[in-house]
């Protein structure tokens, strides 16, 4: 099963100029915990977790009412193609310790890839439970900042 049959396509993404309290009020409504930071265009820039605004906004002490997300976001973010196996993107996860992938195709942000979007299709087929079960190999993981 490819990443694309897998993914939401529903993107919630957000500015790297946006303060952080609007980002952190995108994730409150959408009950995410990570969104695609876009630049002019909407190309990517990186990527913003709650983890983000806890550690590198409230524990800095910054104000996330005029602190902007490109401050506080993960810059560099790791990428799965929309063609690639629900194997190939497991294997990325878990390579760089991510529970989210945002999704790309031709260069274009299309979609966010989650280790919940994998469990559900663990059902569904022998790859897509393989894929599953790598990403869960490592114990205690936890997202890791660029």
Same mark, same amino acid.
């Given at each position: 099963?490819?990443? %694309?049959? =897998?993914? !939401? +396509?529903?993107?919630? /993404?957000?500015?790297? &100029? &946006? ?8 994730? +409150? ?17 990186? =990527? ?20 902007? #997300?490109? /401050?506080? =976001? +993960? *810059?560099? $973010?790791? /990428?799965?193609? $929309?063609? &690639? *196996?629900?194997?190939?993107? $497991?294997? @990325?996860?878990? %390579? ?7 999704? @790309?195709?031709?260069? %274009?942000?299309?979609?966010?890839? !989650?280790?919940?979007?994998?469990? #559900? ?7 897509? $439970?393989?894929?599953?079960?790598? #990403?869960?190999? !490592?114990?205690? =993981?936890?997202? %890791?900042?660029?």
């Amino acid at each position: 099963m490819q990443v %694309k049959d =897998m993914m !939401s +396509s529903h993107l919630i /993404t957000v500015d790297r &100029e &946006e303060t952080v309290a609007a980002a952190a009020r995108l994730l +409150s409504r959408h009950n995410v915990g990570a969104l695609p930071v876009t630049a002019s265009g909407g190309r990517l820039v990186g =990527m913003l977790t709650d983890r983000d605004i806890t550690v590198r906004c409230v524990a800095a002490n910054f104000d996330p009412n005029i602190t902007r #997300v490109r /401050t506080v =976001m +993960s *810059s560099g $973010a790791v /990428t799965v193609n $929309a063609e &690639e *196996s629900g194997l190939g993107a $497991a294997r @990325t996860m878990g %390579k760089h310790r991510v529970r989210r992938l945002p999704v @790309t195709q031709d260069g %274009k942000l299309v979609g966010m890839l !989650s280790q919940g979007d994998l469990a #559900v299709c663990a059902d569904q087929g022998e790859e897509a $439970a393989q894929a599953f079960r790598t #990403v869960f190999e !490592s114990d205690g =993981m936890e997202e %890791k900042q660029p």
